[in-house]
């Protein structure tokens, strides 16, 4: 998560965040939901995929998909 924050803090864009009127729980969220739709999500979709791929058992494709699903965010 440093490497999410960095270029805001570089740039100044953090201390701005921290006196905005709004509460910083709410921009951390929303800043850590929209970094997982972009890098955790798609890892998510495609490993359906790369089940078939490696031919794993049909069984492993949905406990892959929602292990991924749960534990990505987490």
């Known amino acids: 998560m440093d490497n999410l924050y960095r270029a805001d803090y570089e740039d100044g864009s953090l201390e701005q965040l921290l006196l905005s009127p709004h509460p910083l729980y ?3 969220l929303a800043k850590n939901i929209s970094h997982w739709l972009v890098s955790g999500l798609p890892v998510v979709l495609v490993s359906p995929l790369i089940a078939y791929m490696l031919n ?3 069984a492993a494709y949905s406990i892959i998909f ?9």
Not at 66 to 74: E, M, S
């Open 26 to 28: 709410f921009l951390v």
């Open 56 to 58: 794993l058992p049909d």
């Open 66 to 74: 929602i292990t991924l699903l749960i534990g990505t965010p987490v």
